[in-house]
């Protein structure tokens, strides 16, 4: 072999960056690695010397260029090409048959079994990345299905997702599948946000969720996510797939390509072998290193696939069985209360503490007091808990007889917070606040406002936001703006585990002056994040961003009248109102004017999504009634791809209503006003005549 140093630098780094890649798919992909970490390691930095060195010689999918620059402001939103789908779950054995019933009857296949690939369902977040040319170019999250985020940067972090395949196809192409964290990564991941006084993650799907959205790609390297992938879908010319006929073939093509799939899946033939697979893993799973909620079971042959065809939300081709959940028993020591944002105030449960599913348990949700009442729980009993997809565990009931003092739980009248006598409207079940300065609400609509999903203020967390309420420093969000670093840097806080010998007040110190940088970062935020932190009720992140979309600024949004509210696509009578309500509250004027005063962005940047020029430009569209061959926002979707506008209502504007089955009065008022109507074979036509 030539020695290294005679060669040419050009040379010596492809070398290296071969014998690094080489070692990340033994490691990553075949589970087999050849050498230790820490030679892997050395490798690692030999290559990064020499790239400092020629500087001019780095290119973007060398093994070291994983981490770079970070997003200014958040993620930009980015449409799938294709719809990703969710899977429809099965519960039982029966459930199986029945939908191998429904697979056979809709291949006319009569008796004859048909092959399924079984999978492990990975417990993670689903991700989809474009290659071209085999070199890696965007990773997205699934978002809504049809429009997600890009973090194609935090996703090139992951060592498991190579920057370049080997073999791919050159065409553009999308594998989609699943980031996760190992249970011990997880662990870790929660040690260090205990030991830094950071709320923890509940499990490892969220604390993988969490990197991914986390807006340094440095942090995320350290994370230690992990990936699988099971799916590809072409993008551009169709001759991506490569003449790949069935399931197994495709997992064993991205494989070769140098992209990890979980080894574990297995070719069925027929529903008995699918059923075996899923009862034997139902309780192996506890030795594998990652959470799994089930087993994915898919039709192998493709050409079937494509004549069973997808509903709306899910492939006709595929189902998820979901293993039983995981239940113990434990002692209820305590019903305690919890107010939270919107003043509604929830009993929990305070348990023994139990190990479930690989986790100590020590609260679980009760729901409201007519459940309590229901169950008839009461403080002492010993009840069996479950944890079963939520993240919170249940308490499903009590199972021995009550001790002979026990005294059946009363609901409390008061806020444990305030003392205020709480309330209840005829048609609800939740007890709720009325008091709109109550300490507890306030200290959770303020956590609201800093979380992630909206105004994304990293570190103003609900300890330092207790503090900060605690010593009367902020009483509401615009508050927040007013806070300066030496004031942060000085603040006295409390012990985060005052059990800990070191627990003594300290000051904040450098944290604060972080989260004054934070703060300051958050002003230039998009409209979207300012819509959903303050907490406007049933205002969700996806009506945020819609209501942000349509009004490009809060002074129109807060002026419009509901029936211009309610117009907007997307946007039901009770979100309209809703807002509305919000916009006549005493104090909404004065703090919207301290925020502007603050400097906080009050406008939205993103594109208007009927913008689109295209052949039905101009065109007000209306969809009512429900349509077969796709959901009402893949309908809305191609309408805008091709330019029209989609919106709510019917009026003397709208220039089409389509109507699907059970349409209603929208139609109605169509006819009346001589607009023109389409039932979905005309939505069709119209949509196929002006594509491409
Ligand atoms: S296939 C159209 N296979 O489960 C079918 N999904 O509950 C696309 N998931 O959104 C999904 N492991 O994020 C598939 N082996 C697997 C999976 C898997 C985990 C996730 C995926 C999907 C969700 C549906």
Known sequence: MTPLSSLSPEERLR????????????????????????????????????????????????????????????FQTVEHLQPMLSLDNTYSTEELRAFDERVRKGAQLGDVQVTYIAELKIDGLSIALTYLNGILVRGATRGDGQRGEDVSINVRTIRAVPLRLRHAPEGPFEVRGEVYLSRAAF??????????????????????????????????????????????????????????????????????????????????????????????????????????????????DLALRQQLGTTAKFPRWATAFKFPAEQATTVLKQIAVNVGRTGAVTPYAVLEPVLLAGSTISMATLHNAEDVARKDLREGDRVLIEKGGDVIPKVVKAILPHADDSVAWVMPSTCPSCGTTLRRDDAEVVWRCPNSVCPARLRRSLEHFASRSAMNIEGLGESLLNELVRQGLITDVADIYGLEATQLEELIVAPTDPKSEKARPRKLGKVGRNVVEQIERSRTNDLSRLIYGLGIRHVGEKAAATLARSFRTMDRMLDAPVDMLQSVPDIGPVVAQSVRDFAEEPHTRSLISRLVAAGVNMESQAPELSDQPGPLSGKVFVLTGTLESMSRDEAQARLEQLGARVSGSVSKKTSCVVAGADAGSKLEKAQQLGIETLDEQGFLALIMKHQR
């Not at 075949?30 to 500087?55: G, Y």
């Not at 790949?244 to 008995?272: F, N």
């Not at 072998?273 to 009862?279: E, L, M, Q, T």
């Open 187 to 300: 662990e870790k991941t929660n040690r260090e946000r205990d030991a830094a006084g950071d709320p923890l993650f509940a499990n490892p799907r969220n604390a993988a969720a969490g990197a991914m959205r986390n807006l340094d790609p440095s942090q995320v390297a350290k994370r230690g996510l992990l990936a699988f992938f099971y799916q590809l879908v072409s993008v551009g010319d169709a001759a991506s797939d490569g003449g790949l006929a069935s399931h197994a073939a495709v997992l064993e093509a991205l494989r070769a390509w140098g992209l990890p799939v979980e080894p574990h899946w297995t070719r069925c033939r027929g529903v008995d072998d699918v059923i075996a697979f899923c009862d034997g893993w139902a309780e192996r799973r506890r030795s594998l290193p990652f959470d799994t909620d089930g087993v994915v079971i898919k039709v192998d």
């Open 15 to 74: 070398q290296l960056r071969d014998q690094v890649r080489h070692h990340e798919e033994r490691y990553y992909v075949l589970n087999d690695p050849e050498i230790a970490d820490a030679e892997f390691d050395a490798l690692l930095k030999q290559l990064d010397a020499l790239e400092a060195e020629h500087p001019d010689l780095v290119t973007p999918d060398s093994p070291t260029q994983r981490v770079a620059g970070r997003p200014s402001d958040g």
